[in-house]
Structures are given as structure tokens and as C-alpha cells.
């Protein structure tokens, strides 16, 4: 096309991809408002191995973004077969860290705007019905809606109907044309009536537009995508027309993204200690893979599979990505959550303190972190605050061993009810202390242990584990040399029915505000 016939076109919309429609003329990007201090929430269920098709709509945008992705029967994650990676058999991915339902986040390696991909493993209607509100849904297959189908003819707004009140006023739906009929005998999925078209008496739908867009297929070949996209209006005086749609999003960051469940305080502080990006224990990194290839190839010897998988890059997020991320945290901290709410108590006479915390363990698991503190949980727990969180990595107490070669720490441990090991409290305290400080062969790095966290244990009455605490000090001995820092037992219990304040001990006293 010669430069006199080229028409410059308006760039008034979110991302890249081409806009066109008979209303609108054309322009670029997507018809959406966005939040500046929070990210994008994009669902794309049914998505199987095409995440990429709504990847490749919003990785341009300069925005970060949260995409979830819904399938049933298996998860199509990129760090397994088959795999996704580029021509060069690099990976395109890495495994960064759990939700705190123990779904996997993933993120695009290559990408500096912070964003996240959560694949979870659920039928996909019962999932995101059931989830916070979201901003834009991706679909390209609508089996997971097409049981609302009604009238053939109005496929699309009888499915719609049944989800849009978990799509945010003023939200988008994205129709992929993948799918799209070539005659009458094809799916009814892209049948609606055009224009503006009621979906339930508080909420109407819009087509606002066509998109085209350029993106990676699953085989890292550039292909053009097209869509239509739909608007949601919640009718002010409707039955979502109050709804705060920013507090109601804010779940999705707390429970998928460790850092988004800290306090502004703790994020600077992760900052000011230029603390590096974690990835999940699980994951393939460069060194994992260089040391194998190492083995394979310089020493002959084949030992395990992980030179066969794509080669992963260097650090999850290119250089100075992860700080800047922090950075726009600390500058955004709206979509961040409130302090975590304790209620302590001071032993008299000892540096030491008592929290109670209501909450889960796993969701709460980043914001109860820092580099004194000490994991002393059973196993199967403690492996699903570590896949939350990373952080923890180095910090967890070993209560059991499963090698009848290795000592058991706390022999015939037994956590709840009325036979628990007696005294648990004493013990957690324990062997946290040892292993933190290096003297037994459970520890995997020294660290200065200051504050234990655990959970609800024996019969998780408040004057039980106070009484563990005083047998503590007794067996340490009067003149034992105390540490020049407060000791403190975080105790998180899920039941308000736990931990009852009721007659303090003469030895214990309140002190919330210390």
C-alpha cells in the first residue's frame, strides 16, 4: 500500500491488535478501560494447548496481567510434554510458584510487564462461577456453557447469561473465530441477534467490534488471530450494579501471586534488601538442566530425563523485571491486603510472645514470612506452603523422616487430639532452634530462627500451648543464655472456635500492641 493511500489509525485502546467494525471505523487496541493499580484479570477457559491465542492478545499491552486458564481432565502446562518451546527447543516458560488452592503459575520468560498464567484443573463453569469477578473472558470453545442452550438461534446470549455476572461492568467478552462455522451444521456457539441484546433484567451485552491480531501458535509460528468482542453492562439500578468490582477482583491476587498477599512495608523491604526472584522447588531451572546435559554428554552417563526437556532460561524475569515489579507494587499498593490480624501474649519474666492467628496457613503463608522464621508443620503441609510460597525453601523444620536410617526429631509424633505428643509447642520450639542453627543433620541452611510458625495442634486450647511454652524455658534452665532478639510462636488455626481466650495464666499477659 503506497504511503498516500494509507489511513493512520487512532490509537485510543488497550494492546495492538486491529479494531474494526461499521460504528467504530478502525483503530487500535482493545475497548476496555483499565485499572492502573491493579492487574488484568483474563480467563480463558477450555483453552487446552491455544493459551497462546489470548497470550498474544495482552503480552504487548505494557500492562501486568493475570491469565487463568481452566480445563478439565488434565493441565496443559508448558514445562511438560508436550512442551512449549521455540524453534530452538528453549523453553518459553517457567514454573514460578503455587496458587494457594495448589494450582500451577507459570510466567512467560521473556516478558518484563509482570504477568502471571494459572492453570487449574476443574471443570470450567463450577470453577470461575465460583471465583472472584473477572475482566475479560477469551473464549474459543464453549462446550463448558452449551448445556444452557436453549434456542439455537440465540446460542450466545443464553450462555452468556448464565456467567456474566462474574464479568466486571464495562468488562469484555473475546469470541475467537477459530471455531466459527462454515455453514448450518457447525456449532451455534457465534449465533446472538447483533447490537445491544439483553442477557437477564440487571445485565445487557453489546458487540462492539472485530479484532485481528498477530501471535505465536503452539508450534512458535506467527499466525493472525480474529475475534468479535462483546461489552457487559450491569444496569446501575440492577442486581450488580453496586458492586465494588476492584475489592471483589482483589482475591485473585491475594491467593495466586506471593507477592500481591504482602503488606506494602514488607514489599520495600524486599526491595530495600534487593531480595531475588524465587522459583517453585519443582522446576526445571538452567543449572538443573546445564548439570545434567554436563553429565550426559561429558561423562556419558544417563541419569534422569531433564536434558531432554527444553533448555529453560537463565532467571524467570529478564534483568531488573522482578525489582521494577516490586516497584510498581510499592507505588500501587491498593490491591494489596491489610495487616494480618494477631492477638499475642507475653510470658513475664522472658523475651518470648504467642500469636494467634485465624486464617489458612497456605494463603497466609507470604505475608507470615521472613528470613527469622521457622516452618514447623508436618510434611504434606509444609511441601504446600513451600509450592505458594518458595520462600520458605530453606526455612522449614523436619518433624518426621521417612528413612529408618535417620533419626526421627520428635519420635511418635502425634498432632491433634487429646493423646498428642505432650507438649508439642515445647518441641516445634526445639528443633526449629537446632536446625535453624545448624547443629543437627535435618537443617539445609542456617539462619538466625526467631519466630516459629505452625498450626492448630493437641487440642488447640490456649492455656495447652502456654503451658508448652513454660515447659520450654523450664528444660532450657534459668541460667541458659537468652538471645538479645524476642522469641515468638505464630499459631494459625482455621476454627475461631480455637485458641479461646478465656482466665489467662498468672504468668501470661496481653500484648498486642508491643
Known sequence: MSQSTTRRLPIDGFGTCVTYGEANGMGIGLPIEIDEDRPLVVAHPAAASHYHASMSLFEDAGHPFLQVLV???????PDQWPYHADVINHAIYQRLHDSSEGWPVFRKTSLATPQ????VMREAYDFLSNSPPIDVLYVDWLSWLDGFVEHRENAFPEMMAQFTHNIRDGGLVVLDHKHMPTDESGVCWYNHPGGEFPLTESTSMSEVCTIEWLGENANHELQTYSATVFKVHHHADGEWGG??????????FWNTIPEMALMPSQVQKMLDEEQEETVHPNAITWENWHDTWSTVYMDGEEHGMVFKTPVPARSAWPFEAYHSYLQWLVDHPTCLPAEVTKRSYALKGEGFRLNIVHGDLVALAPALHTKHTALAVRHALQQQVIGRCPWWKHQTTVLQTKESWMSNPIVGLKWSGPSATPHLAKHLIQHSKAQAFGVTMHNSKSFDCREVITVAHGTAQLTEVMAAVEAYYQELGPDAPRPI??????????????YVEQKLPPQWRRSDDE
Open 116 to 119: 502471571w498464567q494459572l492453570h
Open 485 to 498: 532478639h524476642r522469641l515468638e510462636l505464630t499459631v494459625v488455626t482455621r476454627d475461631e472456635g480455637e
Open 243 to 252: 458492586v465494588d468490582w476492584f475489592e471483589a477482583m482483589k482475591p485473585w
Open 71 to 77: 480445563d478439565a481432565g488434565m493441565l496443559f502446562v
